[in-house]
């Protein structure tokens, strides 16, 4: 009995075991399977099944604390390597062995495998897929913000000691110099106090003792080599501990003078700075330097330090060299933060600010207000009214515009995906191009009215050239299928809208088919309400795509109260638009409404606005103003705000437009998140 009891136990505990390890084992590939998505949403790679000389390896890239120098030293045990690429922020990262066999071999140890990240203790499972090739597209160098320096080793070790012990962080708690210990750092002002409930200085109220005397022979420095005009007469003494840092800002217009300096003691830092457009760039400030912000580097980029323990620098030059961090995924590691003290002075403002960039300066808040403009009564208003407020918001807007851009949406991508291999394609409209490369077996070709957005394409390495929808020049017929998305509703007639149809047909031939996807007056069908009013209070989880208050994306919400104006309008659309004699003029003079992002349509013609994003994204708020020195209270968002115009179409319009052409016919339609949708078929 004892022997049976015994043989069963082993038994039992053999296959508890086995459980274990077929658990663990199913647990891998449901992570290696995630990781092949996330590989394909952000970087465009495919995993393969098939064994080859290059890995993708997640949980071991620069966004979740492996260093290169770490994940060197785990890979090169297991043969040589060719290419190690780190992407910047991504959790994952590339190698390329020298043989497939080495590649294999590091698979096999290392799918799985549970390591310890160096300096935190924080264990982390690494999870390997096969990849054809690696091949990231490293980012062009970029230069400072116009009106920006660095200048390096502007004082001594000697000199920055003298300054930091000048600062007593604990003797004079009580005096009236404003110390505070904010949620992200502490502070310290001298001359006069930095208020951050309104984000400016109380200008009749100067702190006594002025500046430290020990800030003398530094500030002489800088104005014998004319880093700046005038002596400050404010000085605030951040001091950052690793893991602290400070939002995006501007320093307020109103309260300072163009030039506003800040000393880096104590330790190199990484610091951010953005144009309202987008672009980002993230400069070294090393240890004993000086960051001199004049122009638009202080007056319109925003500029702050991510909180984190690590930055991620150049390792060719293991953070001790001024300049910007490229995303070089072949030369980036981390770099782990120390405590740093940053000096800032600044000249306290005593007439208002009259900078060159109005849409972001709180001096001039106000003072250039939008004039609506009339709803257009003949084709040359219309054409002007579609380059003001179509045309040059696209060009100024392209950037941030196509960074929401990512995400293709399923019912156009099933399209895409059903058209015969070899097909020729034109995608009137393409913006940045996200569906260009949806389907390899098709041959597509974009075109765009902005500028800015067929450059995009071509960094993307897609055929895109500029024109306008009206008039494409492409041979009539050459195409197999068109698709037009979120781009008639930007003409402001109803001819030219019908126009731009018969110009996609134009293109197609016979048989051939065209998708059209334009936004809906009714943003709430069927009682669901689209993704475009759900987004009204800005969940903190949702995509980028959603938090802009445009329009571009299948969006959808109830349709709102509709004016008589929109109605009749409407039934005349519906009605009469073979009449040769139609022409859609709702009233005379009729001003168009600016639209409240994220809420029903009161209208059909109306102006869209779009907030130009120049800091960390947040729920949208009512602005024309500027980004002002942040924190929790220290914070507000302000930005340029421009207006698009759009038609929103009613149910049936989009059909009944196309019905009035001869040359083709409503294959089907239907309601998309928002958008009314028809794909039709040329006779």
Not at 569 to 583: A, F, M, P, R, V
């Amino acid at each position: 009995m004892t022997v049976v009891s015994l043989n069963t136990s082993m038994e039992a505990k053999t296959t508890e075991d086995h459980l274990k390890v077929h658990k663990m084992k199913k647990k891998v590939v449901r992570k290696q399977v995630r990781a092949q998505h996330t590989l394909m949403r952000h970087e465009g790679i495919e995993c393969v099944s098939h064994a080859t000389q290059s890995l993708v390896i997640a949980n071991a890239g620069l966004g979740n604390g492996m260093s290169r120098q770490q994940l060197l030293r785990i890979l090169e045990e297991y043969g040589a390597m060719e290419t190690l690429l780190m992407p910047p922020n991504k959790p994952y990262s590339f190698v390329k062995y020298r043989t497939t066999e080495e590649a294999k071999k590091a698979f096999n140890a290392l799918n799985g495998k549970e390591v310890t990240l160096e300096d935190c203790d924080q264990n982390i499972v690494l999870y390997i897929n096969f990849v054809e090739k690696v091949s990231l597209q490293n980012a062009v160098p970029t230069s400072l913000p116009p009106g920006l320096m660095v200048i390096e080793k502007i004082i001594s070790p000697e000199e920055e000691r003298r300054m930091l012990e000048g600062i007593d962080w604990k003797g004079d708690e009580d005096t009236q110099n404003a110390q505070k210990t904010l949620k992200h750092r502490r502070v310290k002002h001298f001359g006069y106090e930095f208020r951050y409930d309104n984000n400016n200085v109380d200008k009749d109220k100067p702190l006594p003792g002025g500046l430290p005397e020990i800030c003398n022979p530094f500030l002489e420095k800088c104005l014998k080599q004319g880093y700046i005009k005038h002596k400050p007469d404010q000085l605030t003494v951040n001091q950052y501990e690793p893991g602290q840092g400070i939002p995006p800002h501007t320093d307020t217009h109103s309260a300072f003078e163009d030039e506003i300096i800040s000393l880096s003691l104590g330790a190199e830092i990484v610091m951010d700075f953005k144009h309202p457009d987008g672009r980002t760039v993230a400069i070294m400030l090393p240890r004993c330097s000086l960051l001199v912000m004049t122009g638009e580097s202080r007056y319109l980029w925003t500029h702050g330090i991510t909180p984190r323990k690590y930055d991620v620098i150049q390792a060719s030059e293991l953070g001790q060299k001024v300049g910007t961090i490229t995303a070089n995924a072949g030369d980036l590691t981390l770099n782990r933060r120390e405590t740093r003290t940053s000096f800032t002075f600044r000249k306290v403002r005593r007439s208002p600010c009259s900078c060159i960039y109005p849409s972001v300066c709180d001096s001039q808040k106000g003072q250039h207000r939008l004039v609506q403009p009339s709803f257009p009564q003949n084709e040359m208003e219309a054409s002007k009214l579609e380059q003001e407020y179509v045309h040059k918001v696209y060009e100024e807007i392209a950037t941030h515009f196509s960074s929401t851009r990512h995400s293709p949406w399923p019912r156009i991508v099933e399209f895409l995906r059903s058209l015969p291999t070899g097909s020729i394609v034109a995608d009137i409209g393409c913006g940045n191009g996200k569906y260009l490369s949806i389907n390899k077996d098709l041959y597509m070709v974009g075109c765009d009215r902005s500028k800015n957005l067929v450059d995009i394409c071509a960094e993307k390495h897609f055929q895109a050239f500029v024109c306008d929808a009206l008039s494409v020049p492409i041979r009539s017929g050459s195409c197999d299928a068109c698709i037009s998305i979120a781009v008639i509703h930007h003409f402001s007639t109803a001819e030219r809208r019908l126009a731009t149809i018969h110009e996609l047909a134009r293109l197609l031939r016979p048989g051939g088919t065209a998708l059209i996807y334009v936004w809906a007056m009714e943003q709430e069908y069927k009682n669901q309400k689209s993704k475009y009013l759900k987004e009204k209070n800005g969940s903190k989880n949702k995509e980028k795509e959603m938090n802009t208050g445009t329009a571009e994306r299948p969006l959808s919400d109830q349709g709102p109260d509709n004016s008589s104006q929109d109605s009749a309008w409407s039934d005349q659309l519906l009605n009469g638009l073979k009449d040769e004699s139609y022409s859609a003029k709702p009233v005379a003079d009729f001003r168009l409404p600016v639209h409240t992002n994220r809420t029903s349509f009161h209208s059909q013609d109306l102006l869209v606005p779009w907030h130009l994003k120049g800091g960390s994204k947040k729920k949208e708020e009512s602005v024309d103003t500027v980004l002002v020195p942040g924190g929790s209270k220290e914070s507000q968002e302000l930005s340029p705000v421009f207006h698009r115009y759009y038609h929103v179409f009613c149910e049936g319009e989009l059909e009944a437009v196309c019905r009035t052409l001869d040359c083709v016919r409503v294959q089907k339609s239907y309601y998309d998140q928002g958008n009314w949708c028809v794909i039709l078929e040329k006779l």
